[in-house]
C-alpha cells in the first residue's frame, strides 16, 4: 500500500465525530486524512488490477487529485479535490458543463465510516464509495437537465 505524508494525527484515521467538529483546524485535518485514507485505496486497487501507472500515483500525492471518471456512470470525468483551503470537492464534466459539489460534512462522516471499517474488505469500501460518487453525479446531472428543460420551456412560452 502506498502511503502520503500525513501528520501522526492523520496516520490513525477520522472518526465521524471529527467530521462534525466545527473547528476550521479539525475540519482540515481531518479532510486530509479522508483525502490520503481515499487515495491510498484508489491507488492500491489501482495497482492490483494491473494499472501500474507511475503517472497515477504522482498526481494524486502531488496533485491532491483522486480521478474517479472510470467509476462515475452521469459524467465523462469526476474528480475528487482536496483545496488548499482543506475542502473536498467534487469536480465532475458532463461534457456540456463542469459542476463542483463540496462534500458535506454528512458525506464526509459517511465516507470516513466506510474508511474506517475493518470489518470491511478494500473492495467492497471501494464500491461503496463509487456508489456515494454516483449518488452525487447522478443528482447534479438530474438537476443540470432540470434547469436547462425549465428555462427552455420558459424560453419558449415567452416566443408564443
Known amino acids: 500500500m502506498i502511503t ?5 494525527s492523520e496516520k490513525h484515521g ?4 471529527e467530521v462534525s467538529n466545527n473547528n476550521v483546524a479539525d475540519i482540515v485535518r481531518s479532510n486530509n486524512a479522508i483525502f490520503n485514507q481515499y487515495a491510498n485505496l484508489v491507488v492500491s486497487n489501482s495497482i492490483i488490477n494491473g494499472d501500474n501507472d507511475k503517472a497515477l500515483v504522482d498526481k494524486t500525492i502531488h496533485g491532491r487529485v483522486i480521478d474517479l471518471s472510470n467509476s462515475v ?6 474528480k475528487l479535490n482536496i483545496m488548499e483551503n482543506g475542502k473536498l470537492v467534487l ?12 462534500m458535506t460534512p454528512k458525506e464526509l462522516s459517511y465516507i470516513a ?3 474506517n471499517d475493518k470489518n470491511m474488505d478494500d473492495g467492497i469500501k471501494l464500491s461503496k464509495l463509487n456508489s456515494l460518487v ?4 447522478l443528482n447534479t446531472q438530474l438537476q443540470y437537465n432540470f434547469e ?6 420558459e424560453s419558449y412560452s415567452m416566443h408564443r
Do not use: C, E, P, Y
Request: hydrophobic residues 40%; aromatic residues 4%; without cysteine.
Open 4 to 8: 502520503f505524508n500525513t501528520n501522526d
Open 14 to 17: 477520522v472518526s465521524a465525530s
Open 73 to 78: 456512470l452521469a459524467m465523462k470525468s469526476a
Open 91 to 102: 469536480s465532475m464534466n458532463n461534457g456540456d458543463k463542469l459542476f463542483h459539489h463540496a
Open 113 to 115: 465510516n466506510i474508511l
Open 134 to 137: 454516483n449518488s452525487i453525479t
Open 148 to 153: 436547462r428543460n425549465a428555462s427552455q420551456g
